[in-house]
């Protein structure tokens, strides 16, 4: 299947980075030229976006142009596919974990010269976004950690309500039901998942960045990262429950699979966390309300990011 305009037209606004000898997708909304100045008041500061499972960072088309709006200045948006994703790099040789896609995320804002970063993430990017702050606590996250959003990801799996679809990539059929995939069958296990029925484009927007590079072939391996969820859930929760930078719990409350109750889990354990909900939405708010999400991320920040003078001048 071939891309849609609007696929291609976000592809052409990114780069493709090779960080740690993967090819990386990244989209850094900095105007080109735009330069970070030295010292401790000029920070260089931006919003680091962790999509999830199975899509990418195309997810965030439509809230994208609300996340960067500003009055005194756009507000800086790094967002990328993680290796096995999107128009990323999706090789057979890879284990696909976590703590590998954490790296991912640190190559990335390394490369982009971030200092300071407000981690917003969805799905699968919330367990990410765990691992970043298990290892801010042993002091080796290379920048600093300003807020955290985590949207509709299931961090605690045991009170998640998997999709068949993904109940059937863990069992011995996974190999097989991935080669069988067919969009028919993706667009009707992802229309489950949303509140309000997705255009059609949409779907097959999602279904043809997942074929992409072979990248159906490696959904069983990708999907193993629900098993770190359980290896893991002491060390991410004990995390958040020691975080001490700004969080926001932002909820599709319709959601299906990352149910109501997960954030309303996360919300308890995170000191100071603020949980609001975006009623109506299911486990897409950024595209099923990109508005209300956008605005909602957007406050958010605002409260709790630097002068725009921080991320530099022309």
Known sequence: MEFSAEVLAWRNRGAFHVLAGREIFVLDTREPGRQAEPGPDRAREGVLVLHGFPTSSFDWHRALPILCA???APRRVVLFDFPGYGLSEKPAEYSYSLLE???????VARAAGLDRVHLVAHDMGTSVACELVARRELGLLPFELASLVLSNGSVHLELAHLTPSQRLLRSPLGELFARLARPETFRAQLRRVFASPPPTSELDAMWAQLRHRGGHARLPRVISYLDERVRFARRWIGALERLDVPALVLWGREDPVAVAAIAEALAAEIPGA????????????????????????????????????????A
């Open 70 to 72: 500003r009055a005194a």
């Open 101 to 107: 896609q954490a790296e991912t995320a640190i190559l």
């Open 274 to 313: 603020r949980l609001r909900w975006l009623d109506g939405v299911g486990h897409y708010p950024m595209l099923e309300a990109p508005d209300r999400f956008g605005v909602a991320v957007a406050e958010f920040l605002a409260a709790h990011e630097g002068s725009p003078l921080a991320e530099g001048s």
